[in-house]
């Protein structure tokens, strides 16, 4: 009977932790889709994540990292993977543009990025010369043109 007792318990604040956790997540993830990115990099793995949110509830999280060796990509291609919230949902039924100027001012478009799951993603060369590069994303919805962008790495990093 104690046991009982105790499990249900268990159960009981498990559940409260988890319901306070999400409201406070979901209150996170809100106040992070600002105009400012909120970004973060992992210069020894190269791996790059930046939130940012626009006009109308619209949030976009960027996410750079070097393609796999194993998958027949260069050490130089890398996957830019980007989610698109609004209300806190994802939304898998855009048309989602980017395209990448490099630090030489050179201009790489790909028309339509690929969806996979809640991610749209492109590949890109983003190591063949030192700099930022400047990395943009535009949808349309209900007739108006949405855009953001980002810097690659965010601030020039030398090793």
């Known amino acids: 009977m104690k046991y009982i007792i105790w499990v249900s318990s ?16 979901a209150d996170v993830k809100q106040s992070q889709a600002t105009n400012q990115a909120a ?3 992992d210069h020894k793995k190269r791996f790059f994540v930046a939130r940012k949110g626009i006009e109308d509830g619209y949030a976009f999280t960027f996410h750079i990292m070097p393609a796999p060796l194993g998958e027949g990509y260069s050490r130089s291609l890398f996957h830019l993977m980007v989610s698109v919230e609004k209300d806190n949902q994802p939304l898998t ?5 980017s395209r990448v100027k ?11 990025m690929m969806l ?36 690659y790495p965010e601030r020039a990093y030398r090793q």
């Open 10 to 25: 268990f159960v009981v604040l498990a559940a409260c932790s988890y319901t306070t956790a999400s409201k406070h997540s």
């Open 102 to 112: 490099h630090p030489n001012g050179k201009v790489e478009e790909n028309s339509t």
């Open 116 to 151: 996979m799951g809640d991610w749209y993603m492109s590949l890109y060369n983003l190591d063949h010369e030192q700099g930022r590069h400047w990395i943009t994303v535009s949808f349309k919805q209900a007739g108006k043109t949405y855009s953001t962008g980002i810097y």
């Open 39 to 41: 970004s973060n990099m």
């Open 93 to 97: 039924d855009l048309v989602l543009s």
